[in-house]
């Protein structure tokens, strides 16, 4: 069965460093999702991304974050200079069509900021 | 904007028996409601979702009820097996116009064998 995939699995990095997470959605998705779940918290909705620009984004996803889709196949979260209260598990997911179809999620970068 | 509750927070049940975990939701003009599992060390795997104009939906031992008047909707495992612990998340999306999933706070299911 297609999933998505992303790498790292976990990632540690300084405060202020810049950092990429990275994600293969299923390949014939069209629809791009980042989640965030801070420990013991629920899962937030950061980003939706559909043909190559972004369709939707929370409050968190400030002027720190960014999306790209460089190629066919990846597509990855950038934090420009990492901060403390960034340390969570981030989720890529994707799905065929915005309009009410399902939305699956990869296994998640663990960062941690030191 | 929408805001989901789900409680409760942990679920301890002897196998063989049911489980229910209940969510509600604020935004009348949200239409899909899925459920997702997520196992230790994995991201959530959907497991059963249901759109608004339908009231119940089943899948062998899983069952999701909706009721848009009250703004609810339930999850309920039959005959529990010690591979349903783990933790369920329910989440509420709006498509007119918008694609994010707003989540509960997930609930621990623990099935004692």
């Known amino acids: 069965e297609p999933e998505v995939t992303q790498t790292p699995s976990h990632q540690v990095t300084q405060m202020g460093q810049e950092v990429i997470l990275r994600c293969v959605p299923i390949?014939?998705?069209?629809?791009f999702y980042w989640y965030r779940q801070i420990l013991g918290q629920k899962v937030e909705f950061l980003v939706s991304f559909y043909n190559n620009e972004i369709s939707e984004k929370s409050e968190i996803f400030d002027d720190q974050f960014s999306v790209e889709r460089p190629d066919g196949s990846n597509f990855t979260l950038k934090i420009r200079s990492t901060k403390l209260e960034d340390s969570a598990m981030y989720f890529c997911a994707s799905s065929e069509l915005y309009s009410n179809q399902p939305q699956h999620f990869g296994d998640g970068t663990r960062l941690s900021i030191l | 904007g929408e805001n989901v509750e789900q409680h409760p927070s942990t679920l301890s049940v002897q196998e063989g028996d049911s489980a229910v975990i209940k969510c509600t939701y604020s935004?009348?003009?949200?239409?899909?409601f899925p459920w997702y599992k997520q196992e230790l060390g994995k991201g959530p795997q959907l497991i059963i979702d249901?759109?608004?104009?339908?009231g119940e939906k089943k899948d062998q031992r899983i069952a999701v009820t909706l009721n848009k008047t009250a703004k609810h909707f339930s999850l309920h495992i039959t005959e529990t097996q010690p591979e349903d612990s783990a933790v369920y998340f329910c989440?509420?999306?709006?498509?007119?116009?918008?694609?994010?999933?707003?989540f509960g706070q997930g609930t621990r299911l623990t099935i004692n064998p």
């Open positions: 390949s014939n998705h069209l629809y």
């Open positions: 989440a509420a999306r709006n498509s007119q116009g918008a694609q994010k999933l707003v």
């Open positions: 935004d009348s003009a949200s239409n899909y």
């Open positions: 249901i759109r608004s104009n339908v």
